[in-house]
């Protein structure tokens, strides 16, 4: 089968590979512009693009898609199958005409399960012990499409978002790879999504990765896990001198033991121990990062600045 592959992450990436690496052909590969990044505005190009160009692909990157003169270029290549995964654009339904079966996409979620831009995150962050790929017909409407395959995984318990994301790649290149093969034989049947089962999972903003004390231990260490490898959790602290420091948060656990202690107090900064109190029982913080400053371990935290139980961290300031 002819197929254009669309998408921009490390998500995409794997399933790029997968299918120019299986018996079908890459017409093209589509992505975002190549962009300054950093402080030094240097142009990085994106995994996808320089997958595409390791690869040798056809590589195109318009501004948008569903702009007309990119749909008739689109028209001309005659393709199959649009293949699209971690692309950051909704493709509209002329779009989704330049080929002869439509298109698919590869979701990070069980469908109709947290639709949107950030599903690993906001399952993650809900506390969720399963996920999954989904591989859906594509309409205009986010993450609306039929179902055509589905796969569930479990989430393990100290796993970040960053590094959920990186193993569901690879299943969802596997099974983007299947429904092609199926697909290109017929075999594929669409499972109609349940409206009243859908759950949303916007795209992340710096202020999710906030850390609100008044929530329980448990909830905030999925929030942790969550929010990495972007925006990463943070609080503020008020320094004895009436500075103000804002902290990341990288790793941490619970303390089982119940807090008497208002939320946000530290019950407990000795011997390498960093505990402050949530709604329920402790938090205890094991790896973080202070702005300015490399990632630490509690202990090293608390060698360099003066702490002690009964400060309080903020959840702002």
């Not at 990157?61 to 950051?88: C, H, M, T, W």
């Amino acid at each position: 089968m002819d197929v254009v592959v669309m998408g921009n992450g490390p998500f995409a990436a794997p399933m790029l590979r997968a299918i120019a690496e299986s018996g079908h052909s890459v017409k093209l590969v589509v992505t975002r512009p190549d962009r300054p990044q950093g402080k030094k505005l240097e142009i990085i190009p994106g995994p996808v693009a320089s997958l595409a160009r390791e690869l040798h692909l056809p590589l195109e990157q318009p501004e948008s898609v569903n702009d007309p003169a990119y749909i008739a270029r689109l028209s001309e290549i005659k393709a199959d199958l649009l293949v699209v995964a971690d692309f950051g654009q909704i493709l509209n339904n002329a779009a989704l005409a330049t080929t002869k079966l439509g298109g698919i996409n590869v979701h990070a979620s069980l469908l109709p399960k947290y639709r949107g831009a950030a599903p690993v995150a906001w399952a993650i962050y809900h506390g969720e012990a399963t996920t999954g790929i989904s591989i859906i017909r594509m309409t205009p409407e986010l993450d609306g499409g039929g179902v055509l395959l589905q796969r569930e995984l479990s989430i393990e318990p100290e796993e970040t978002a960053g590094e959920l994301e990186k193993r569901l790649s690879i299943v969802g290149a596997e099974l983007a790879v299947e429904a092609i093969d199926q697909l290109s034989s017929g075999r594929l049947e669409v499972i109609v999504q349940d409206r009243s089962l859908v759950t949303k999972a916007p795209r992340l903003r710096k202020e999710d990765g906030l850390i609100d004390w008044k929530r329980t231990a448990t909830a905030i260490c999925h929030q942790i896990r969550a929010m990495q490898p972007w925006p990463i959790a943070y609080f503020d602290w008020r320094k004895p001198n009436g500075e103000t420091l804002r902290i990341q948060v990288t790793k941490a656990g619970v303390e089982t033991s119940p807090s008497i202690s208002p939320p946000g107090t530290i019950v407990e900064a000795k011997s390498g121990k960093l505990i402050v109190a949530s709604s329920d029982c402790g938090v205890s913080i094991q790896r973080l990062k202070p702005a300015g400053k490399k990632e630490m371990d509690a202990a090293t935290f608390l060698n360099g600045y003066r702490i002690q139980a009964g400060d309080t961290f903020a959840s702002s300031q």
